[in-house]
Protein backbone atom coordinates (compact mmCIF):
# COMPACT_ATOMS: atom_id res chain seq x y z
CA UNK A 1 0.00 0.00 0.00
CA UNK A 2 1.24 3.22 -0.98
CA UNK A 3 0.34 6.79 0.92
CA UNK A 4 0.78 10.49 -0.42
CA UNK A 5 4.13 12.65 0.52
CA UNK A 6 1.95 14.99 3.05
CA UNK A 7 1.03 11.91 4.54
CA UNK A 8 4.73 10.42 5.22
CA UNK A 9 5.59 13.59 6.22
CA UNK A 10 3.09 13.25 8.61
CA UNK A 11 4.57 9.93 9.66
CA UNK A 12 7.59 11.56 9.63
CA UNK A 13 7.42 13.99 12.37
CA UNK A 14 5.40 12.04 14.63
CA UNK A 15 8.53 9.78 14.81
CA UNK A 16 10.53 12.51 15.24
CA UNK A 17 12.09 12.50 11.55
CA UNK A 18 12.99 16.23 10.80
CA UNK A 19 10.61 17.92 7.58
CA UNK A 20 8.95 21.23 6.86
CA UNK A 21 5.48 22.47 7.84
CA UNK A 22 3.06 21.97 4.52
CA UNK A 23 -0.48 21.96 3.95
CA UNK A 24 -2.71 19.79 1.45
CA UNK A 25 -5.10 22.15 -0.38
CA UNK A 26 -7.83 20.42 -3.17
CA UNK A 27 -8.03 24.20 -5.25
CA UNK A 28 -6.01 26.86 -6.26
CA UNK A 29 -8.23 29.36 -3.38
CA UNK A 30 -6.97 26.59 -0.57
CA UNK A 31 -3.56 26.43 -1.88
CA UNK A 32 -2.96 30.34 -1.10
CA UNK A 33 -5.04 30.02 2.14
CA UNK A 34 -2.05 27.21 3.15
CA UNK A 35 0.56 30.03 1.54
CA UNK A 36 -1.18 32.51 4.07
CA UNK A 37 -0.63 30.08 7.31
CA UNK A 38 3.30 29.28 6.36
CA UNK A 39 4.60 32.70 6.68
CA UNK A 40 7.04 32.48 4.16
CA UNK A 41 8.84 34.24 1.59
CA UNK A 42 9.28 31.87 -0.47
CA UNK A 43 6.47 28.77 -1.73
CA UNK A 44 6.71 25.25 -3.11
CA UNK A 45 3.72 23.55 -4.75
CA UNK A 46 3.89 19.77 -5.19
CA UNK A 47 1.99 17.51 -7.06
CA UNK A 48 0.30 14.64 -4.46
CA UNK A 49 0.03 11.20 -6.46
CA UNK A 50 1.35 7.98 -6.38
CA UNK A 51 4.29 8.37 -8.65
CA UNK A 52 8.04 9.68 -8.55
CA UNK A 53 9.31 11.92 -11.08
CA UNK A 54 6.71 14.81 -10.04
CA UNK A 55 9.07 17.75 -10.91
CA UNK A 56 10.61 16.97 -14.21
CA UNK A 57 7.07 16.38 -15.11
CA UNK A 58 5.88 19.55 -14.26
CA UNK A 59 4.21 18.42 -10.82
CA UNK A 60 6.95 20.70 -8.98
CA UNK A 61 6.80 24.87 -9.08
CA UNK A 62 8.44 27.32 -6.55
CA UNK A 63 6.42 30.27 -5.74
CA UNK A 64 7.29 33.61 -4.34
CA UNK A 65 4.50 35.47 -4.38
CA UNK A 66 0.33 34.49 -3.24
CA UNK A 67 -0.28 35.22 -6.75
CA UNK A 68 2.38 32.63 -8.09
CA UNK A 69 1.02 30.13 -5.55
CA UNK A 70 -2.34 30.40 -6.90
CA UNK A 71 -0.97 30.31 -10.58
CA UNK A 72 1.12 27.03 -9.49
CA UNK A 73 -1.77 25.42 -8.22
CA UNK A 74 -4.49 25.95 -11.05
CA UNK A 75 -1.80 24.79 -13.40
CA UNK A 76 -1.09 21.46 -11.32
CA UNK A 77 -4.24 20.60 -10.22
CA UNK A 78 -6.40 18.58 -12.87
CA UNK A 79 -3.11 17.96 -14.82
CA UNK A 80 -2.18 14.28 -15.66
CA UNK A 81 1.54 13.22 -14.35
CA UNK A 82 2.82 11.48 -17.63
CA UNK A 83 6.18 10.00 -17.38
CA UNK A 84 8.56 6.51 -17.58
CA UNK A 85 6.20 5.48 -13.93
CA UNK A 86 3.04 6.26 -15.19
CA UNK A 87 2.83 5.00 -18.01
CA UNK A 88 1.24 7.05 -21.47
CA UNK A 89 -2.05 7.80 -19.34
CA UNK A 90 -0.75 9.83 -16.58
CA UNK A 91 -1.81 9.76 -13.46
CA UNK A 92 -4.32 13.42 -12.07
CA UNK A 93 -3.69 15.15 -9.62
CA UNK A 94 -6.40 15.65 -7.45
CA UNK A 95 -4.77 17.88 -4.73
CA UNK A 96 -1.42 19.50 -3.68
CA UNK A 97 1.03 20.62 -1.04
CA UNK A 98 2.51 23.56 -0.34
CA UNK A 99 5.25 24.01 1.99
CA UNK A 100 8.04 26.80 2.52
CA UNK A 101 10.90 26.70 0.31
CA UNK A 102 14.56 25.67 1.40
CA UNK A 103 17.55 26.79 0.92
CA UNK A 104 19.84 23.98 0.11
CA UNK A 105 23.17 23.51 0.85
CA UNK A 106 23.46 19.56 -0.27
CA UNK A 107 21.25 16.78 -1.03
CA UNK A 108 21.65 13.58 -0.56
CA UNK A 109 19.37 9.79 -0.94
CA UNK A 110 18.25 8.12 2.40
CA UNK A 111 16.22 4.81 2.47
CA UNK A 112 14.87 1.42 4.24
CA UNK A 113 14.07 -1.24 1.65
CA UNK A 114 13.68 -5.06 2.38
CA UNK A 115 16.73 -6.92 1.26
CA UNK A 116 15.43 -10.21 0.12
CA UNK A 117 19.22 -11.60 -0.07
CA UNK A 118 20.28 -11.03 3.33
CA UNK A 119 16.34 -11.33 4.50
CA UNK A 120 16.77 -7.79 6.42
CA UNK A 121 15.98 -4.47 6.07
CA UNK A 122 19.05 -2.65 4.08
CA UNK A 123 19.98 0.89 4.62
CA UNK A 124 20.32 2.37 0.58
CA UNK A 125 22.08 5.95 1.00
CA UNK A 126 23.40 8.18 -1.53
CA UNK A 127 25.64 11.45 -1.53
CA UNK A 128 24.31 11.81 -4.89
CA UNK A 129 20.28 12.52 -3.88
CA UNK A 130 17.69 13.95 -6.01
CA UNK A 131 15.97 13.62 -9.43
CA UNK A 132 18.66 12.14 -10.92
CA UNK A 133 19.12 9.42 -8.41
CA UNK A 134 17.85 6.32 -10.33
CA UNK A 135 20.34 7.61 -13.33
CA UNK A 136 22.97 7.25 -10.81
CA UNK A 137 22.02 3.95 -9.32
CA UNK A 138 22.56 2.73 -12.87
CA UNK A 139 25.48 5.03 -13.93
CA UNK A 140 27.63 4.97 -11.04
CA UNK A 141 26.33 1.96 -8.34
CA UNK A 142 29.85 2.82 -6.45
CA UNK A 143 28.29 5.68 -5.24
CA UNK A 144 25.30 3.94 -3.69
CA UNK A 145 25.58 2.69 -0.28
CA UNK A 146 23.85 -0.77 1.36
CA UNK A 147 24.09 -1.10 5.01
CA UNK A 148 22.21 -4.39 6.11
CA UNK A 149 20.51 -4.31 9.54
CA UNK A 150 20.32 -7.34 11.40
CA UNK A 151 16.37 -8.48 12.51
CA UNK A 152 17.94 -9.43 16.03
CA UNK A 153 19.89 -6.70 16.84
CA UNK A 154 18.72 -3.61 14.93
CA UNK A 155 20.11 -0.74 13.59
CA UNK A 156 23.05 0.13 15.58
CA UNK A 157 24.75 3.68 15.88
CA UNK A 158 28.07 2.81 14.34
CA UNK A 159 26.39 1.64 11.40
CA UNK A 160 24.50 4.69 11.06
CA UNK A 161 27.65 6.48 11.47
CA UNK A 162 29.10 4.52 9.10
CA UNK A 163 26.73 5.60 6.56
CA UNK A 164 27.04 9.20 7.69
CA UNK A 165 30.75 9.22 6.66
CA UNK A 166 30.22 7.24 3.12
CA UNK A 167 27.87 9.86 1.95
CA UNK A 168 29.41 12.75 3.18
CA UNK A 169 27.56 13.93 6.37
CA UNK A 170 30.21 15.32 8.91
CA UNK A 171 30.26 17.13 12.44
CA UNK A 172 27.51 17.75 14.46
CA UNK A 173 25.07 16.34 11.59
CA UNK A 174 26.52 13.04 12.06
CA UNK A 175 24.77 12.44 15.61
CA UNK A 176 21.43 14.33 14.07
CA UNK A 177 21.87 11.69 10.80
CA UNK A 178 22.11 9.03 13.45
CA UNK A 179 18.74 10.02 15.28
CA UNK A 180 16.92 10.36 12.21
CA UNK A 181 18.22 7.11 10.80
CA UNK A 182 17.11 5.36 14.07
CA UNK A 183 13.81 7.21 13.85
CA UNK A 184 13.11 5.87 10.38
CA UNK A 185 14.29 2.52 11.52
CA UNK A 186 11.25 2.57 14.56
CA UNK A 187 8.77 3.54 11.68
CA UNK A 188 9.90 1.09 9.10
CA UNK A 189 9.67 -1.62 11.98
CA UNK A 190 6.62 -0.86 14.33
CA UNK A 191 4.61 -0.05 10.90
CA UNK A 192 5.53 -2.83 9.16
CA UNK A 193 6.86 -0.99 6.06
CA UNK A 194 7.85 -2.30 3.08
CA UNK A 195 9.79 1.22 1.95
CA UNK A 196 10.89 4.12 3.59
CA UNK A 197 12.64 6.78 1.47
CA UNK A 198 13.63 10.17 1.61
CA UNK A 199 15.13 11.80 -1.62
CA UNK A 200 16.12 14.40 -1.60
CA UNK A 201 17.53 14.96 2.42
CA UNK A 202 19.05 18.08 2.09
CA UNK A 203 21.37 19.63 4.57
CA UNK A 204 20.02 23.27 4.67
CA UNK A 205 22.60 26.59 4.63
CA UNK A 206 21.26 27.21 8.27
CA UNK A 207 23.50 23.64 8.73
CA UNK A 208 20.29 21.47 9.52
CA UNK A 209 19.41 18.38 7.81
CA UNK A 210 15.56 17.93 6.65
CA UNK A 211 13.80 15.50 4.49
CA UNK A 212 11.44 17.63 1.87
CA UNK A 213 10.27 14.82 0.24
CA UNK A 214 8.94 11.60 1.53
CA UNK A 215 7.73 7.88 0.22
CA UNK A 216 5.87 5.18 2.90
CA UNK A 217 5.01 2.25 1.33
CA UNK A 218 3.46 -0.53 3.83
CA UNK A 219 3.46 -4.57 3.62
CA UNK A 220 -0.32 -5.23 2.78
CA UNK A 221 0.07 -8.76 4.15
CA UNK A 222 0.72 -6.84 6.99
CA UNK A 223 -2.34 -4.04 7.11
CA UNK A 224 -5.15 -5.97 9.49
CA UNK A 225 -2.06 -5.02 12.17
CA UNK A 226 -2.87 -1.28 11.56
CA UNK A 227 -6.18 0.59 10.66
CA UNK A 228 -4.58 3.69 11.28
CA UNK A 229 -2.68 2.66 7.89
CA UNK A 230 -5.44 1.23 6.05
CA UNK A 231 -7.20 4.91 6.76
CA UNK A 232 -4.85 6.67 5.29
CA UNK A 233 -5.40 4.72 1.63
CA UNK A 234 -6.59 7.31 -1.47
CA UNK A 235 -8.88 4.76 -3.70
CA UNK A 236 -8.36 7.37 -6.15
CA UNK A 237 -4.81 6.34 -6.58
CA UNK A 238 -5.63 2.99 -6.93
CA UNK A 239 -6.95 0.28 -9.75
CA UNK A 240 -10.73 0.34 -8.50
CA UNK A 241 -10.98 -3.91 -9.38
CA UNK A 242 -7.66 -3.46 -6.80
CA UNK A 243 -9.68 -1.82 -4.76
CA UNK A 244 -12.64 -4.57 -5.01
CA UNK A 245 -10.95 -7.03 -5.27
CA UNK A 246 -9.21 -6.45 -1.79
CA UNK A 247 -12.73 -6.17 -0.34
CA UNK A 248 -13.24 -9.62 -0.52
CA UNK A 249 -9.95 -10.79 0.33
CA UNK A 250 -9.29 -11.76 -3.89
CA UNK A 251 -5.32 -11.50 -5.04
CA UNK A 252 -5.49 -9.26 -7.99
CA UNK A 253 -3.57 -7.51 -10.35
CA UNK A 254 -4.16 -5.44 -13.50
CA UNK A 255 -2.27 -6.66 -16.56
CA UNK A 256 -1.99 -5.21 -20.12
CA UNK A 257 -3.44 -8.69 -21.66
CA UNK A 258 -6.41 -9.84 -23.31
CA UNK A 259 -7.22 -13.20 -21.50
CA UNK A 260 -8.52 -12.66 -18.43
CA UNK A 261 -7.52 -15.75 -15.57
CA UNK A 262 -9.28 -17.07 -12.43
CA UNK A 263 -6.99 -19.37 -10.86
CA UNK A 264 -6.67 -20.84 -7.37
CA UNK A 265 -3.38 -20.99 -5.63
CA UNK A 266 -0.39 -18.30 -6.65
CA UNK A 267 1.73 -20.46 -8.28
CA UNK A 268 -0.71 -22.18 -10.34
CA UNK A 269 -1.36 -18.61 -11.26
CA UNK A 270 1.64 -18.11 -12.74
CA UNK A 271 2.12 -21.13 -14.15
CA UNK A 272 -1.18 -19.97 -16.24
CA UNK A 273 0.21 -16.94 -17.13
CA UNK A 274 3.12 -18.68 -18.39
CA UNK A 275 1.43 -20.84 -20.34
CA UNK A 276 -0.42 -18.31 -21.69
CA UNK A 277 2.39 -16.50 -22.71
CA UNK A 278 3.86 -19.64 -24.35
CA UNK A 279 1.10 -19.81 -26.77
CA UNK A 280 1.23 -16.59 -27.64
CA UNK A 281 -1.33 -14.79 -25.62
CA UNK A 282 -0.99 -11.72 -22.89
CA UNK A 283 -2.85 -12.20 -19.60
CA UNK A 284 -4.95 -9.67 -18.58
CA UNK A 285 -4.41 -10.09 -15.05
CA UNK A 286 -3.26 -12.03 -12.22
CA UNK A 287 -5.95 -13.78 -10.20
CA UNK A 288 -5.62 -15.78 -6.89
CA UNK A 289 -9.44 -16.71 -5.58
CA UNK A 290 -7.04 -18.46 -3.16
CA UNK A 291 -7.77 -22.17 -1.16
CA UNK A 292 -10.85 -21.39 0.21
CA UNK A 293 -12.94 -19.70 -2.04
CA UNK A 294 -16.60 -19.22 -1.43
CA UNK A 295 -19.11 -19.20 -3.95
CA UNK A 296 -19.78 -14.97 -3.02
CA UNK A 297 -16.02 -14.54 -3.49
CA UNK A 298 -15.74 -17.06 -7.08
CA UNK A 299 -19.04 -14.47 -8.16
CA UNK A 300 -16.74 -11.17 -7.06
CA UNK A 301 -13.81 -12.64 -8.46
CA UNK A 302 -15.49 -14.02 -12.13
CA UNK A 303 -16.83 -10.13 -12.02
CA UNK A 304 -13.41 -8.42 -11.69
CA UNK A 305 -12.54 -9.93 -15.13
CA UNK A 306 -15.18 -8.38 -16.83
CA UNK A 307 -13.61 -5.78 -18.84
CA UNK A 308 -13.73 -3.81 -22.15
CA UNK A 309 -9.73 -5.59 -23.09
CA UNK A 310 -10.41 -9.08 -22.45
CA UNK A 311 -11.49 -10.97 -24.95
CA UNK A 312 -11.69 -14.55 -23.68
CA UNK A 313 -11.31 -15.93 -20.24
CA UNK A 314 -9.61 -18.78 -18.70
CA UNK A 315 -10.51 -20.50 -15.64
CA UNK A 316 -8.18 -22.97 -14.13
CA UNK A 317 -8.92 -24.60 -11.19
CA UNK A 318 -7.02 -27.37 -9.21
CA UNK A 319 -9.55 -28.40 -6.20
CA UNK A 320 -8.06 -29.24 -3.16
CA UNK A 321 -9.37 -27.23 0.04
CA UNK A 322 -11.28 -25.22 -2.67
CA UNK A 323 -14.21 -27.71 -4.41
CA UNK A 324 -14.71 -27.13 -7.67
CA UNK A 325 -18.92 -27.45 -7.25
CA UNK A 326 -18.12 -24.18 -5.26
CA UNK A 327 -16.08 -22.68 -8.67
CA UNK A 328 -18.63 -23.68 -11.18
CA UNK A 329 -21.73 -22.47 -9.02
CA UNK A 330 -19.61 -18.86 -8.86
CA UNK A 331 -19.02 -18.86 -12.49
CA UNK A 332 -22.27 -19.62 -13.05
CA UNK A 333 -23.93 -17.25 -10.81
CA UNK A 334 -21.64 -14.08 -12.17
CA UNK A 335 -21.63 -15.12 -15.76
CA UNK A 336 -25.37 -14.42 -15.80
CA UNK A 337 -25.09 -11.46 -13.85
CA UNK A 338 -22.61 -9.58 -16.02
CA UNK A 339 -24.13 -11.02 -19.04
CA UNK A 340 -20.86 -13.04 -20.56
CA UNK A 341 -20.18 -12.13 -23.98
CA UNK A 342 -16.88 -13.42 -24.65
CA UNK A 343 -15.18 -17.62 -24.64
CA UNK A 344 -15.06 -18.99 -21.37
CA UNK A 345 -12.61 -21.90 -21.52
CA UNK A 346 -12.48 -23.87 -17.88
CA UNK A 347 -10.03 -26.34 -17.01
CA UNK A 348 -11.82 -27.85 -13.87
CA UNK A 349 -9.65 -31.09 -11.75
CA UNK A 350 -9.53 -31.77 -8.15
CA UNK A 351 -12.32 -32.22 -5.64
CA UNK A 352 -16.06 -32.57 -6.72
CA UNK A 353 -14.46 -32.24 -10.39
CA UNK A 354 -17.57 -34.26 -11.79
CA UNK A 355 -20.43 -31.75 -9.83
CA UNK A 356 -18.46 -28.86 -10.96
CA UNK A 357 -18.41 -30.12 -14.76
CA UNK A 358 -22.52 -31.01 -14.55
CA UNK A 359 -22.64 -27.75 -13.38
CA UNK A 360 -21.44 -25.51 -15.80
CA UNK A 361 -22.87 -28.01 -18.43
CA UNK A 362 -26.41 -27.65 -17.17
CA UNK A 363 -25.73 -24.04 -16.45
CA UNK A 364 -26.74 -23.08 -20.34
CA UNK A 365 -23.81 -20.62 -20.97
CA UNK A 366 -21.90 -21.51 -23.94
CA UNK A 367 -18.93 -23.15 -22.01
CA UNK A 368 -15.26 -24.74 -23.29
CA UNK A 369 -14.51 -27.46 -21.16
CA UNK A 370 -10.72 -29.02 -21.45
CA UNK A 371 -9.30 -31.70 -19.45
CA UNK A 372 -5.46 -30.50 -18.68
CA UNK A 373 -4.15 -27.00 -19.00
CA UNK A 374 -1.96 -26.58 -22.03
CA UNK A 375 -5.07 -27.49 -24.14
CA UNK A 376 -7.57 -25.01 -22.09
CA UNK A 377 -4.30 -22.25 -22.49
CA UNK A 378 -4.49 -22.71 -26.15
CA UNK A 379 -7.69 -22.22 -26.85
CA UNK A 380 -7.85 -19.04 -24.89
CA UNK A 381 -5.31 -17.85 -27.29
CA UNK A 382 -7.01 -19.45 -30.18
CA UNK A 383 -10.11 -17.06 -29.53
CA UNK A 384 -8.02 -13.68 -29.61
CA UNK A 385 -6.44 -14.50 -32.19
Do not use: W
Amino acid sequence: MKIHEYQAKELFASYGVATQEGYVAYTKEEAVECAKKLGVEAYVVKAQAHCGGRGKAGGVKLARTLAEVEAAADKIIGMRLINKQTGAEGKLVRKVLVTGAVNIKKEFYLSLAIDNETASIVIIASGAGGTEIEEIAATKPELIIKQPVSPINGLRDYQARYVAAKIGIEGANVKEFTVMLKNMYKLFVEKDCSLVEINPLVLTDEGKLLAIDGKVNFDDNALFRHPDIVALRDPDEENPKECEAAKHDLNYVSLDGTIGCMVNGAGLAMATMDIIHAFGGEPANFLDVGGTATTERVTAAFKLLSDKNVKAILVNIFGGIVKCDVIAEGIVIAAKEVGLSVPLVVRLDGTNVEKGKSILKESGLKIYACDDLRSAAKKAVEFVH
